[in-house]
Each structure stands twice: as structure tokens, then as C-alpha cells.
């Protein structure tokens, strides 16, 4: 029987959309893994910066991070993320003017200025983290980002614990669905990606 190529378009949209669900599901579930485990450095993911400022989700992952610290749960704090279009200081260095206003020693706190991605973090901190015989972390960013950057953290074979943000602009449901469905669509593009690789 033949096939016609629309049949075939039909199908192949089943699967993707079917896959996409999957993932969905997957990160959603994922979200809700949270740790305070000790560990040697807390490693707060990058996001946007606003003149200057954290953007209110940076900030909270931010917040997050200074959190763990004044509990204790280790004794360095790594903020990742370079430049952004447009922008004239790092991710890293306002979260850095952020955190030692908030009382932080400036001491405690690494801050590493080249990447511009989630892999990008990852790597400039796995190369910190090395230099600086720190063996295990807990990565804070947002709940659904969680699986996306965990991704990168085995990837680099990383001894980390997720611990995502607990207040952020993403818990109404119109942010939230849209902060699920821009992680699944990054998350699902890289999965089918490393299949071709």
C-alpha cells in the first residue's frame, strides 16, 4: 500500500508532539528533586541581567544561593555567566554587587565571566571547580530548568545535587506553563541531537 507524504508528515508529527509530551512530563517531575546536601560549592546558574540588576528571576536565584550559604551548606558560592547582548557587566559580577550587599563575604564568592549558555556555565564551572579541588556542588536555578542543567552536570561528570529556587515569578500558571514548555522545547531539541551524533 503506498503512503502518501502527508500520512507520512502526520506521523512524524505524532511522534515528535508524543516525544515533546514525554519530556514535558519528565521535567515537570524532575522539578521537584531538591537538595541541601553539604557540599563544597553552591553554583548558581546565570540568567538575565536589567541595567545593571538582577532580573527578578536572577535575583532569586540569587536569593536561593545566599540561602544555602548562610546555612551553612558550604563555604563558596560560584555565580556563573558572562556578557549578554547589550549589556556592559557580566551575569556573574552583579550577582556578585547583589550578594555582598545582601551581606555576603566578598571572600567566599568565585564568579566566572565567559559563558553565555546553560553548557557554557557548566564548563567554565567544572574548570573552576577543578582548579580549585572543589568535588561537589548543589546547582540552583529555576525547577524546571533543573533537568536541562543536570543534563550538563552529568555531562561533565560533575558531583552535583539539584536545589531549584522556591520563590520565583514562574509559580502563576501562565509563566510556569510557559517556563515548561521553553524548557521542553531546548530540552527535546538537544535530546534528538545527540541521537544524530
Known amino acids: 500500500m ?30 521537584s528533586e531538591y537538595s541541601e546536601e553539604q557540599s563544597d560549592v553552591i553554583i548558581v546558574l546565570g ?14 536565584r540569587i536569593n536561593h544561593g545566599i540561602y544555602l550559604y548562610n546555612k551553612g551548606v558550604a563555604k563558596k558560592l560560584l555565580f556563573t555567566g558572562g556578557l549578554g ?25 568565585i564568579i566566572e565571566e565567559k559563558s553565555k549558555s546553560t553548557y557554557g556555565n557548566f564548563k567554565e564551572a567544572k574548570q573552576i571547580m577543578d582548579s580549585l579541588s572543589l568535588k561537589s556542588a548543589l546547582i540552583v536555578s529555576d525547577p524546571f530548568h533543573m533537568t536541562r542543567a543536570m543534563t550538563f552536570a552529568n555531562y561533565y561528570k560533575m558531583d552535583c545535587k539539584p536545589s531549584p529556587t522556591k520563590t520565583s515569578e514562574f509559580n502563576s ?9 521553553y524548557e521542553t ?13
Open 47 to 60: 540568567t538575565a541581567i536589567e541595567n545593571g540588576k538582577p532580573s527578578s528571576v536572577f535575583k532569586e
Open 185 to 197: 522545547i531546548f530540552y527535546t531539541i538537544g535530546e534528538i541531537a545527540k541521537k544524530f551524533n
Open 173 to 181: 500558571f501562565v509563566p510556569k506553563a510557559m517556563s515548561l514548555f
Open 2 to 31: 503506498k503512503v502518501s507524504f502527508e500520512r507520512v508528515l502526520i506521523i512524524i508529527g505524532i511522534l515528535f508532539w508524543s516525544y515533546f509530551a514525554i519530556n514535558a512530563y519528565k521535567i515537570y517531575s524532575f522539578s
Open 85 to 109: 547582548k547589550g549589556q556592559n557587566q557580566t551575569e556573574s559580577s552583579v550577582a556578585k554587587e547583589y550578594a555582598i550587599s545582601k551581606g555576603i563575604p566578598d571572600s567566599v564568592i
